[in-house]
């Protein structure tokens, strides 16, 4: 009888060591063909710029080195700049920008990613405040923070990223926001230039349970899908 349950526990161990290779083939084989589309494309001066919230630098709340940054620097490698911070509101950005600026880089060839607002939301919802007015205000601060980026760097290429629904049932009473939200982002899209902004639509990616973890962070599921997500929009203008 030990024999059978040492075989059988031998059998879980080889079936979940097949499991686990054959994910991370598969990995590296996706990121490997992403980084070689890229750098066919990229010139060496472009850098790629994320400014933002932890939908950007979700480093917090998965494995190491399957964070949205560290897939990307997978890809850009030395090209990549992450601003992005865990808990950043709208505001907060303006400090990221500071940071860079202080860099003295060129902004020809400079790709900038940015997400903001969602925490906004949900700082507003958790002292009783989101209603059409708040999310009106969000909105204007958000039309300036991209009015001041686009002025900072006025050769780059903007790419504002939208913000997702959470599945988790409590979160359920802000979904018309977030959509209101959206709304807002992507007519501020239609607004400027299309050379110069673009939406990268997550919302519509972030559609299965396995891709949140921590109930509202990218999972590293969900991340892979945000990097996917930048990288096609990148590619399109490189």
């Known amino acids: 009888m030990m024999t059978a349950v040492k075989l059988s526990l031998y059998t879980i161990l080889v079936i979940t060591l097949l499991v686990y290779l054959k994910y991370y083939y598969h990995y590296q084989v996706t990121m490997f063909g992403l980084f070689k589309e890229s750098m066919s494309k990229m010139d060496k001066s472009s850098k790629v710029i994320l400014f933002g919230d932890s939908v950007l630098n979700n480093s917090?709340?998965?494995?190491?080195?399957?964070?949205?940054?560290?897939?990307?620097?997978?890809?850009?490698?030395?090209?990549?700049?992450?601003?992005?911070?865990?808990?950043?509101?709208?505001?907060?950005?303006?400090?990221?920008?500071?940071?860079?600026?202080?860099?003295?880089?060129?902004?020809?060839?400079?790709?900038?990613?940015?997400?903001?607002?969602?925490?906004?939301?949900?700082?507003?919802?958790?002292?009783?405040a989101l209603n059409d007015k708040t999310v009106n205000q969000f909105a204007s601060q958000y039309g300036r923070l991209v009015s001041h980026v686009c002025a900072t760097f006025s050769e780059a290429h903007i790419y504002l990223l939208n913000v997702y629904h959470p599945m988790d049932e409590r979160y359920q009473k802000i979904s018309k926001y977030i959509d209101g939200w959206n709304e807002s982002v992507a007519k501020l899209v239609d607004e400027n230039d299309s050379d110069r902004v673009s939406l990268v639509d997550i919302d519509s990616l972030f559609t299965e349970e396995e891709d949140f973890t921590d109930d509202i962070e990218p999972s590293s599921k969900g991340g892979n899908k945000i990097r996917r997500a930048i990288v096609d929009g990148v590619n399109e203008f490189l």
Do not use: F
């Open 60 to 128: 917090r709340y998965v494995p190491l080195g399957e964070s949205v940054g560290a897939s990307l620097r997978d890809i850009y490698g030395r090209d990549l700049r992450i601003y992005a911070q865990d808990g950043a509101s709208i505001n907060n950005v303006y400090s990221q920008v500071e940071q860079y600026e202080l860099r003295g880089e060129s902004s020809d060839e400079m790709h900038i990613i940015i997400s903001a607002g969602g925490n906004n939301l949900l700082n507003a919802m958790n002292v009783h």
